[in-house]
C-alpha cells in the first residue's frame, strides 16, 4: 500500500486499494460452478471472491470498491438472482458495478428490463467466449493494479 496525502497536514493514509489486484466477485450456490468460474476470472488476471446469494451480496457491500465485476448466477436457494439484482440497484455505489448474469436457461425481455445486467451469459458456456465477456465487461478500479491475463488462458 502507499501512503497518500491526508486533508490534515502533515498527516498521511493508506490507500487500501492501491497495488491490489481489482476482483470479480462470482456469486453461485454450486462450489464446483464457483471452482471453474474462479479459474476463469484469474485468467483473465483478476482476482476470484466467490460466495452463494446473501453471502455474495454481503461480499459486495464490503468489496464494493475493489469489484471490477459480479458474475451471478439468477437460481440460488438462499438469494436468488432477482432479488441480488434489486438490491444492488437500490445501492448507488453498487448499482455502478457491472454484472453478467449467469442462467441456465433464456432470459426473457421482461426480466432483463428488470435485471439490467451488463451481460447474459446462457449456460453452459464456453469458458474462452466467458473469459473475452469478462474482460470487456469489467470497470477499470481506481488505485488497483491492472488485470494481467494469463497467456496459458488463451486455451480455456
Known sequence: MIP???????????????????LVLIVDDDVAV????AWVVQSAGYEAVAAAGADGYR?????????????LDLTMHDMD?????????????LATVPTIVLSGGLVSAGDRDR????????????????????????????????????????TV
Open 59 to 71: 461480499q459486495l457491500t464490503e468489496l464494493a470498491e475493489r469489484t471490477a465485476l459480479v458474475l
Open 34 to 37: 464457483r471452482d471453474i468460474l
Open 81 to 93: 438472482g432477482f432479488r441480488f439484482r434489486e438490491l444492488q440497484l437500490a445501492q448507488p455505489p
Open 115 to 154: 435485471l439490467r445486467a451488463s451481460a447474459y451469459v446462457q449456460k453452459p458456456m464456453r469458458l474462452s467466449e466467458l473469459r473475452e465477456t469478462i474482460l470487456a465487461q469489467a470497470r477499470r478500479v481506481p488505485g488497483a493494479t491492472a488485470p494481467q491475463p494469463s497467456i496459458a488462458a488463451h
Open 4 to 22: 497518500r496525502s491526508s486533508a490534515t497536514p502533515g498527516v498521511q493514509t493508506i490507500d487500501p486499494q492501491h497495488g491490489q489486484p481489482p
